[in-house]
């Protein structure tokens, strides 16, 4: 297998907040670099940090343009519509986005004979009844996200079956670190404009398998350099689970806002969330190697330091 420094690397979705990680390693292990992305949510200050990476500013959905593309000896997938609510407003869009443009890029990556990553989701298992929950569980999605999901790793493995293209399927749980979206930031937007009131949308007890960016690109890199890893589907986890009225309490900890602050809930969430998510991950610490070392305490200091909430907070 060729060493990733000589890999002409391509990476979908590369200007968001996974792809901007994932890039600035691989800027370390290679100079052909390209990164493809529309910016639909993706940030052109990412790609600016990433000064070694070849940016094109392009859909997925437009093949002919992927596909004009300098070819590519590995792909990473990344690119997609990420927002649950957003998929039960927008169904048809949420396939689009997801479904087809994944096998757009199929279509790419068989063009080039390229290795390629596909960037899944816990949302594949809908609300599990096995916890933690191991790979071989079952699709029972309960998102238009979730489905979309679905329909681009059966593409995968379809492609891995029909045309013998080398693929792995990762299913992400919760990612978090600097430059995320998700609970983590809303909880820290939500405190620097009121903290004297925290709203959790939906009960509180919904609990998630937070996992730190940092692991995630580890696993995204070391796999690649595996045959092993060649037409499987990993769990990335943390391979534990925290109830976000735990996380919110955390927070609030952190900032020194335990009496002060008054933790409300809307009891309702949003279509499609889910209950629980616990990655068993023994899979990929046994055939990746790979462990994750970074705790959402330590993290959650850190994010809070970096936005200089604290600071904030004291102003007001
Ligand atoms: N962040 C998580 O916790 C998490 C969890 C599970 C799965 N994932 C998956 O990981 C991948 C990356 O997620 P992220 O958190 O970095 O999201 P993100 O929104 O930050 O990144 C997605 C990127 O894809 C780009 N994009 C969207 N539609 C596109 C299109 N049609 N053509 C080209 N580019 C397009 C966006 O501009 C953005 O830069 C996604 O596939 C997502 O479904 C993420």
Known sequence: MAQLNEKRVLVTGGAGFIGFHLCKKLSEYTSNLTIYDNLSSGKLENVKDLPKANFVKGDILDLTKLCSLEKADLIYHLAAQVVVPYSMENPLEDFETNAHGTLNVLEKARKDDARIVFASSA???GNPTKLPTPEDYGFNPFSCYGLSKVVGEE??????????????????????????HGVINDFLDKL????????IIGTGLQSRDFVHISDIVEALITSVQKEKAIG?????????????????????KILDLTNKTVITTTNVSWKGDINTIWFDISKAKKELNWHPKITLEDTLKEMIKERKLGDDINTH
């Open 155 to 180: 593409y995968c493995n379809m492609y891995a079956n029909q045309y013998g293209l080398e693929v792995t399927i990762m299913r992400f749980a919760n990612v978090y670190g600097s430059r995320c």
């Open 232 to 252: 499987q589907t990993y769990n990335l986890g943390y391979g534990k689970t925290t109830k976000i009225i735990d996380l919110a309490k955390m927070i609030l």
């Open 123 to 125: 949302a594949v298992y």
């Open 192 to 199: 620097s404009r009121n903290p004297n009131r925290l709203e």
